[in-house]
């Protein structure tokens, strides 16, 4: 199922969560499982696109040949892969769910369960998708936002901020949708405010969907 308009073209997908170690046993980490990212990866190639995908700890594994697997840890591990591979690009599409945050120190050796509180500082971590925009010659950067509450605004705030082509805002709580699951219900928001709804459907659909409302809204 060849789409003319992703022949040839070169697309980075970031996908899964990242992993912030606390000692050599223990990390940071959230609920991501990579599937959303996998999926769209999956529609690139599909669709005849060159596919590089940067993913952190997933259990997923890919069906086409076509995509280049580049497996990370940390989000600065993720950064250190996107910034090698940023500029043969087309576009970007950041699926990732990034630790904002990591252990400030990482101990060498297991913390030991000898205080009743334990305290653990954190440090920011670079904002992969921020570099990735302010890094472009002419890549289309597509973001995603998961949200808990005020989706739309805060979405859009990411868009604007971020200076994205277009955001994906994943709104979890619903059943069915967000982390985890086979499917998945989004909104997909252009900077000149367009706003797309979609169903709840399975990941890979929905991977055809958007790139389809991406390649409409970009390109033509
Ligand atoms: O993997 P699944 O189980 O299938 O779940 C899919 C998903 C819910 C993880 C996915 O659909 C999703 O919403 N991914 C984005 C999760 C996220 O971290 O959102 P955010 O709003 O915190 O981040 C905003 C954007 O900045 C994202 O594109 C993120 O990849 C990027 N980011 C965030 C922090 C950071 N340090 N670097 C980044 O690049």
């Excluded at 789409?3 to 170690?21: C, M, N, Q, S």
């Excluded at 499982?33 to 529609?43: D, I, R, V």
């Excluded at 087309?90 to 000898?114: C, L, N």
Aim: aromatic residues 8%; hydrophobic residues 40%.
């Amino acid at each position: 199922c060849y789409d003319k308009r992703f022949v040839g073209k070169k697309v980075l997908v970031t996908a899964g969560p990242t992993y912030e170690a606390l000692d050599p046993v223990r990390f940071i980490g959230n609920h991501s499982s990579g599937k959303m990212g996998f999926a769209l990866a999956e529609a690139v190639a599909a669709l005849g696109g060159d596919v590089v995908l940067i993913t952190g700890p997933t259990n997923q594994k890919v069906k086409h040949k076509q995509i280049q697997v580049i497996p990370v840890v940390s989000a600065n591990d993720m950064l250190e892969s996107v910034q090698k591979n940023w500029s043969q690009m087309d576009m970007g599409i950041f699926a990732a769910a990034v630790a904002d945050y990591r252990p400030a120190h990482s101990e060498t050796q297991k913390i030991k369960k000898t205080q009743d509180q334990l305290e653990i500082i954190l440090e920011k971590n670079p904002d992969i998708l921020s570099w990735a925009s302010a890094n472009k010659t002419d890549q289309k950067v597509v973001g995603f936002a998961l949200e808990t509450q005020n989706g739309i605004e805060y979405a859009q705030n990411k868009l604007e901020k971020k200076q994205l082509d277009a955001i994906v805002l994943n709104e979890i709580g619903e059943p069915g949708v967000g982390f985890g699951t086979d499917t998945n219900s989004v909104k997909l928001i252009f900077k000149n405010n367009k706003l797309r709804s979609f169903e709840l459907q399975s990941k890979e659909q929905l991977a055809f969907s958007l790139l389809n409302e991406l390649m409409t809204n970009l390109y033509e």
